[in-house]
Nanobody, 129 residues
């Protein structure tokens, strides 16, 4: 199983970026998927998650209303649309996937890293002020 994150880059404050996470050997259509980020010198934190059906999404308070998680089952790819970016959004962004298929969790589980068995290599997002 491989998760390949891409789409990061340097953007000015207020700008937008779209991250992609393409999965190989793992069906995005049947799995909980999520995004986490790690700023320099800090621990990795939850950003957003999407249920296996795509019907429910979860967001960290810091990105709610600015970021949108989605997935394209036909392309086996998950996305994170990031708008109104702020310097504090600067981090390496990681995509992650649950090993289980078609599993539904209590809400808190979507925010927790142990829920996700598969991790991508990360893509750097830098927001300049």
């Amino acid at each position: 199983v491989q998760l390949q994150a891409s789409g990061g880059g340097l953007v000015q404050e207020g700008g937008s970026l779209r991250l992609s996470c393409t999965a190989s050997g793992h069906p995005v259509s049947r799995s909980v998927m999520g995004w986490f980020r790690q700023a320099p010198g800090k621990e990795r934190k939850f950003v957003a998650a999407i249920s296996w059906s795509g019907g429910t999404t979860y967001y960290a308070d810091s990105v709610k209303g600015r970021f949108t998680i989605s997935k394209d089952d036909a392309k086996n790819t998950m996305y994170l649309e990031m708008n109104t970016l702020k310097p504090e959004d600067t981090a390496v962004y990681f995509c992650a996937g649950d090993r289980a298929y078609q599993r539904t969790y209590i809400a808190v589980a979507y925010y927790r890293q142990p829920t996700y068995a598969y991790w991508g290599q990360g893509t750097q997002v830098t927001v300049s002020s």
